[in-house]
C-alpha cells in the first residue's frame, strides 16, 4: 500500500459539457435562419412563437422580483434569486453568478432565521403572484392598443405566461400563503 492511498483512486473523467453543445448549436442554428425570421414572423403576427421564450423569461424573472422586493419591503433578507438557468446567490458576503443549463423557473431563497415573523414570510411568498398580476395587466392593456407582431414585444405571449403564473394551481406560491 502506497503512503497516499486517496490520491492512487481511479477518478472519473470529467463530464462532457452537453449543454454548452445544445447552446452553440441553437445559436448557430438562430444565426443560420435570423435573416428569415422577420417575414417568416408576418406571415402571422398574431402569434410569435419564436418570442415565447423571451417573453417566459421576462415573466419569471418580474415575479421573481415580485418575491424579492415584497420580501425586502417585509423585513426578508434573501440569499438570492433564481430565474431559469441564472443564478445569483450570496456566500459568505460575496455575491457569486451560476450558470445551469438544467434549470427552469425560479426562485428567491429567503435567509432563514430565528426572528423571522409569519407575516413578513407570507408577503414575500405573495409577492411574487401580485407582479405576475400587475404584468399581467399592463400586458393586456399594452395587447389591447397596441396589438402583437414581430417588430414589437410579443405582449400576447406575456399576457399568457402571467395568466398561467397567476394561477394557483402548484404548491408553491398561492397554496403558502393560504
Given at each position: 500500500m502506497s503512503a497516499?492511498?486517496?490520491?492512487?483512486?481511479?477518478?472519473?473523467?470529467?463530464?462532457?459539457p452537453w449543454w454548452l453543445l445544445f447552446g452553440l448549436t441553437l445559436f448557430s442554428l438562430a444565426f443560420i435562419f435570423a435573416?428569415?425570421?422577420?417575414e417568416w414572423a408576418d406571415l402571422n403576427p398574431?402569434?410569435?412563437?419564436?418570442?415565447?421564450l423571451p417573453a417566459i423569461y421576462v415573466a419569471i424573472a418580474v415575479h421573481e422580483a415580485g418575491h424579492l422586493i415584497a420580501g425586502q419591503l417585509a423585513g426578508v433578507e434573501s440569499r438570492g434569486?433564481?430565474?431559469?438557468?441564472?443564478?445569483?446567490y450570496k456566500i459568505a458576503g460575496h455575491w457569486r453568478f451560476r450558470l445551469d443549463?438544467?434549470?427552469?423557473?425560479?426562485g428567491v431563497m429567503p435567509r432563514v432565521a430565528k426572528t423571522l415573523r409569519p407575516a413578513g414570510?407570507?408577503?414575500?411568498?405573495a409577492g411574487g403572484p401580485l407582479a405576475s398580476i400587475l404584468l399581467f395587466a399592463v400586458s393586456g392593456v399594452a395587447w389591447a392598443k397596441f396589438?402583437?407582431?414581430?417588430?414589437?414585444?410579443d405582449r400576447q405571449?406575456?399576457?399568457?405566461?402571467?395568466?398561467?403564473?397567476?394561477?394557483?394551481?402548484?404548491?408553491?406560491d398561492q397554496w403558502n400563503v393560504i
Open positions: 497516499t492511498p486517496i490520491l492512487d483512486l481511479e477518478q472519473e473523467p470529467p463530464r462532457k435573416p428569415f425570421l422577420a398574431s402569434f410569435n412563437g419564436l418570442l415565447w434569486i433564481s430565474v431559469g438557468g441564472f443564478s445569483l443549463g438544467c434549470t427552469f423557473g425560479g414570510l407570507a408577503w414575500m411568498v396589438g402583437s407582431g414581430c417588430r414589437r414585444l405571449s406575456l399576457l399568457g405566461c402571467n395568466l398561467s403564473f397567476s394561477l394557483a394551481y402548484s404548491p408553491l
